[in-house]
């Protein structure tokens, strides 16, 4: 009967925890299918999965800020994308196959923001990964990523065996949509090396893909490089019709970059069709856009819009535009090639409105560039833009030349003496032209040697940085230890307290006493530091002092709990070892640090930590 009593007791809880669980995998399931048709309503199962207020399966939660990392990274938002892909590492820490995913995922937002190097770090811990697990599918992925990555450098000779290596494993696995984004980059590869036709055929048939299995952003994004296809073998006409197609798609996905990806290659057709002022409205439309996202594609876009401005005589709009162009950090995100290019839009600039100082000088820059150019990119193709630019380079050295020979004959002229300007012209001239060699060696050596000592430094700096990284660790291990020093002896006194609490309970009292006398001398011996969890808040609030003082003073709000909490974090210790000092759960010292930002007005978790570390350095000084 007791039993029977006890099974219709537990059976609704068991059916509630089952059914919960059985929730949450739909959830999963339907924010994998939300996430490239609808995004929104996907972020919102999402937002669910993380609030619940029972206490999930870390997977649940890896998987839940994995997908989070990935709306934001359709959204565009590529800091809050990087944000929930550690977030979801953390959780993943116990299972490679999560945190694998999280790795590769990872790696395109810094792709995005043109931290290559970093891009394809991740996407070597990933293949890692991957091949502990013997994981063939996602190392497949992975080297379609890193052929991306090698896309987007502008190194098509590194990107494309990746490509293939990928594609040749999804094809033999029969696997159509993994290989769908590979294709795409594999029909990249070949528009940027000019084989149009094929990159052409490739692009069809990713589209198509890419409609059937609704992957609607990547679908609009491959409208627009198919476009750029059509537009260089004269079928504008499809090409228009694609892009404002793709234009009309983006705006859900609110992608900045690419719907002024698109108006640039707008504007491009409307020029290439002598509709100059249609082409530099959607010039106009595409720098606002890529401008306000601080993009890389800027720079190549400032270009065409700087070329158009010149012909329709709108050199002080131009004027506006290189001076926004020079001044911004995502100029440093162009490549060498479109910088190049940028620079010699500015030479006819400078050139229409007289300022010859500074059409010299980007000539000069672009030379500079070019050259750098020369020795990782096509050779014929650069030297051949790169004689273009001596050419003007010369001509414009050569017009500066006629107009001092024709002030010296006319000063020759007023003197009666034109027979020795045939003397003395050539002679100026060549001593113009030493004059300048010297100037440009001495030049020349002075980089050289400052580059060396900049080189000296840095190392320096490095070594420094390493000592220091050295004792951080070194101090972080010997706080670990204390607090499991601590732990430890609060488990040793709870042992103690249930041992006193249940000893001999069946004995008759005069039996009990005498025989608890040496377990009663231990346990006073154990409690001899008892308050040792106060006494570690003080010895540890007094080794911060200066540290907490400084940060109560910038944020009185804050009370004794949260600048002792604060000092804690600057451990850098995971949320279970926190949890372990707080003697609370770790969702717990989470919520604590959520609402200590709260109070001092902090947006992100970086911030707060940066904040912190701040305070941290000051007090060290």
């Given at each position: 009967?007791?039993?029977?009593?006890?099974?219709?007791?537990?059976?609704?809880?068991?059916?509630?925890?089952?059914?919960?669980?059985?929730?949450?995998?739909?959830?999963?399931?339907?924010?994998?299918?939300?996430?490239?048709?609808?995004?929104?309503?996907?972020?919102?199962?999402?937002?669910?999965?993380?609030?619940?207020?029972?206490?999930?399966?870390?997977?649940?939660?890896?998987?839940?800020?994995?997908?989070?990392?990935?709306?934001?990274?359709?959204?565009?938002?590529?800091?809050?994308?990087?944000?929930?892909?550690?977030?979801?590492?953390?959780?993943?820490?116990?299972?490679?196959?999560?945190?694998?995913?999280?790795?590769?995922?990872?790696?395109?937002?810094?792709?995005?923001?043109?931290?290559?190097?970093?891009?394809?770090?991740?996407?070597?811990?990933?293949?890692?990964?991957?091949?502990?697990?013997?994981?063939?599918?996602?190392?497949?992925?992975?080297?379609?990523?890193?052929?991306?990555?090698?896309?987007?450098?502008?190194?098509?000779?590194?990107?494309?065996?990746?490509?293939?290596?990928?594609?040749?494993?999804?094809?033999?696995?029969?696997?159509?949509?993994?290989?769908?984004?590979?294709?795409?980059?594999?029909?990249?590869?070949?528009?940027?090396?000019?084989?149009?036709?094929?990159?052409?055929?490739?692009?069809?048939?990713?589209?198509?893909?890419?409609?059937?299995?609704?992957?609607?952003?990547?679908?609009?994004?491959?409208?627009?490089?198919?476009?750029?296809?059509?537009?260089?073998?004269?079928?504008?006409?499809?090409?228009?019709?694609?892009?404002?197609?793709?234009?009309?798609?983006?705006?859900?996905?609110?992608?900045?970059?690419?719907?002024?990806?698109?108006?640039?290659?707008?504007?491009?057709?409307?020029?290439?069709?002598?509709?100059?002022?249609?082409?530099?409205?959607?010039?106009?439309?595409?720098?606002?856009?890529?401008?306000?996202?601080?993009?890389?594609?800027?720079?190549?876009?400032?270009?065409?819009?700087?070329?158009?401005?010149?012909?329709?005589?709108?050199?002080?709009?131009?004027?506006?535009?290189?001076?926004?162009?020079?001044?911004?950090?995502?100029?440093?995100?162009?490549?060498?090639?479109?910088?190049?290019?940028?620079?010699?839009?500015?030479?006819?600039?400078?050139?229409?409105?007289?300022?010859?100082?500074?059409?010299?000088?980007?000539?000069?820059?672009?030379?500079?560039?070019?050259?750098?150019?020369?020795?990782?990119?096509?050779?014929?193709?650069?030297?051949?833009?790169?004689?273009?630019?001596?050419?003007?380079?010369?001509?414009?050295?050569?017009?500066?030349?006629?107009?001092?020979?024709?002030?010296?004959?006319?000063?020759?002229?007023?003197?009666?003496?034109?027979?020795?300007?045939?003397?003395?012209?050539?002679?100026?001239?060549?001593?113009?032209?030493?004059?300048?060699?010297?100037?440009?060696?001495?030049?020349?050596?002075?980089?050289?040697?400052?580059?060396?000592?900049?080189?000296?430094?840095?190392?320096?700096?490095?070594?420094?940085?390493?000592?220091?990284?050295?004792?951080?660790?070194?101090?972080?291990?010997?706080?670990?230890?204390?607090?499991?020093?601590?732990?430890?002896?609060?488990?040793?006194?709870?042992?103690?307290?249930?041992?006193?609490?249940?000893?001999?309970?069946?004995?008759?009292?005069?039996?009990?006493?005498?025989?608890?006398?040496?377990?009663?001398?231990?346990?006073?011996?154990?409690l001899g530091d008892e308050n040792y969890g106060e006494n570690f808040r003080e010895k540890f609030t007094g080794s911060n002092s200066a540290f907490i003082k400084s940060l109560g003073k910038d944020y009185p709000q804050l009370s004794e709990n949260d600048l002792f909490f604060c000092a804690l974090l600057n451990l850098n210790l995971p949320y279970k070892d926190l949890s372990i000092i707080l003697k609370v759960v770790p969702e717990a010292v989470r919520k604590r640090k959520y609402r200590i930002r709260k109070k001092m007005g902090i947006s992100e978790d970086q911030d707060l930590e940066h904040i912190l570390a701040q305070y941290n350095k000051k007090s060290k000084h």
């Amino acid at each position: 009967m007791k039993r029977c009593l006890l099974i219709v007791l537990v059976l609704p809880y068991f059916l509630y925890a089952q059914n919960k669980t059985t929730d949450t995998g739909k959830k999963l399931a339907s924010i994998e299918k939300l996430l490239m048709v609808n995004p929104d309503s996907a972020h919102v199962l999402i937002r669910q999965i993380m609030d619940h207020k029972v206490r999930q399966n870390d997977t649940i939660y890896a998987m839940a800020n994995t997908y989070n990392g990935y709306y934001y990274l359709v959204k565009n938002n590529l800091d809050s994308s990087i944000y929930y892909y550690d977030k979801a590492l953390d959780y993943a820490a116990n299972t490679p196959s999560y945190r694998a995913r999280a790795l590769r995922l990872m790696a395109a937002p810094y792709r995005k923001k043109a931290n290559y190097e970093k891009s394809l770090q991740l996407l070597g811990r990933a293949e890692k990964e991957y091949s502990s697990i013997n994981d063939t599918r996602g190392l497949a992925t992975v080297y379609g990523e890193i052929g991306a990555n090698y896309n987007a450098m502008l190194k098509p000779q590194y990107a494309i065996p990746y490509l293939i290596k990928a594609i040749a494993f999804f094809e033999k696995a029969n696997n159509k949509k993994d290989q769908l984004p590979i294709k795409q980059s594999l029909a990249n590869t070949y528009m940027n090396i000019g084989n149009y036709k094929f990159a052409i055929d490739l692009y069809k048939e990713t589209l198509q893909g890419f409609k059937e299995a609704g992957m609607l952003k990547n679908y609009y994004l491959t409208l627009i490089n198919y476009s750029e296809c059509l537009i260089t073998v004269g079928r504008d006409d499809a090409a228009k019709t694609s892009l404002l197609e793709a234009i009309a798609g983006l705006g859900q996905f609110n992608d900045k970059e690419l719907i002024g990806s698109a108006y640039a290659t707008l504007g491009r057709l409307e020029t290439q069709k002598s509709n100059f002022v249609q082409g530099e409205k959607y010039y106009e439309k595409a720098f606002s856009l890529l401008s306000s996202v601080n993009s890389g594609r800027t720079v190549p876009l400032a270009n065409l819009y700087i070329k158009s401005l010149t012909y329709l005589k709108k050199t002080d709009r131009a004027r506006e535009v290189i001076t926004l162009v020079d001044n911004s950090t995502f100029k440093s995100k162009a490549n060498l090639q479109d910088l190049a290019h940028y620079e010699k839009a500015k030479i006819e600039v400078y050139k229409k409105i007289g300022d010859h100082t500074m059409a010299l000088a980007s000539a000069k820059t672009t030379i500079e560039l070019l050259d750098t150019l020369n020795s990782t990119q096509d050779k014929k193709a650069v030297i051949a833009m790169q004689a273009g630019i001596q050419r003007d380079y010369q001509g414009k050295k050569s017009d500066t030349l006629k107009m001092i020979n024709s002030k010296l004959k006319e000063s020759v002229d007023s003197t009666e003496n034109k027979k020795l300007l045939w003397i003395w012209l050539p002679l100026g001239v060549l001593a113009a032209l030493v004059s300048y060699y010297l100037y440009k060696t001495v030049q020349h050596r002075r980089k050289v040697a400052e580059n060396k000592s900049a080189i000296k430094e840095l190392a320096t700096e490095q070594k420094t940085a390493r000592r220091l990284n050295k004792k951080l660790h070194a101090d972080i291990e010997e706080k670990r230890e204390q607090l499991r020093n601590i732990e430890l002896k609060e488990s040793g006194i709870e042992k103690y307290f249930e041992k006193v609490k249940g000893y001999d309970q069946d004995k008759e009292p005069e039996v009990r006493m005498p025989d608890i006398n040496p377990m009663k001398t231990e346990l006073k011996s154990l409690l001899g530091d008892e308050n040792y969890g106060e006494n570690f808040r003080e010895k540890f609030t007094g080794s911060n002092s200066a540290f907490i003082k400084s940060l109560g003073k910038d944020y009185p709000q804050l009370s004794e709990n949260d600048l002792f909490f604060c000092a804690l974090l600057n451990l850098n210790l995971p949320y279970k070892d926190l949890s372990i000092i707080l003697k609370v759960v770790p969702e717990a010292v989470r919520k604590r640090k959520y609402r200590i930002r709260k109070k001092m007005g902090i947006s992100e978790d970086q911030d707060l930590e940066h904040i912190l570390a701040q305070y941290n350095k000051k007090s060290k000084h």
